[in-house]
Nanobody, 126 residues
Framework: QVQLVESGGGLVQAGGSLRLSCAAS????????MGWFRQAPGKEREFVVG????????DYADSVKGRFTISRDNANKRVYLQMNSLKPEDTAVYYC???????????????????WGQGTQVTVSS
């Protein structure tokens, strides 16, 4: 069993930055690849970025590539999402998710992730 808790969301002006954190509890965190997803009002949940179990591989959605950076700290059971050059269209609830496998990518269906956090709101004003 893995529990995930996101934090770090908030209100920021366009062009600003935020750093999201996902804290995991439970055993064998390093056995899971991790992903960040987001869901805006009236839209489907969409993949943002994934990271392999050891951080060696990442996959970014085209919409965030070059602006967002994912990282993980297995010793402290955390995953981070550094978001720079934020745009109003980045406004959404951001979720972290754990996948019992070594690698995730944009093609990994959300329903194959094993655990989800409750989400944290990110609002970018223009």
């Amino acid at each position: 069993q893995v529990q995930l808790v996101e934090s770090g969301g908030g209100l920021v002006q366009a062009g600003g930055s935020l750093r999201l954190s996902c804290a995991a509890s439970g055993r064998l965190f390093s056995s899971y690849a991790m992903g960040w997803f987001r869901q805006a009002p009236g839209k489907e949940r969409e993949f943002v970025v994934g990271i392999s179990w050891n951080g060696g591989r990442t996959d970014y959605a085209d919409s965030v590539k070059g602006r967002f950076t994912i990282s993980r700290d297995n010793a402290n059971k955390r995953v981070y999402l550094q978001m720079n050059s934020l745009k109003p269209e980045d406004t959404a609830v951001y979720y972290c998710a754990a996948y019992r496998g070594t690698v995730v990518a944009r093609t990994t269906p959300p329903n194959q992730y094993d655990y989800w956090g409750q989400g944290t709101q990110v609002t970018v004003s223009s």
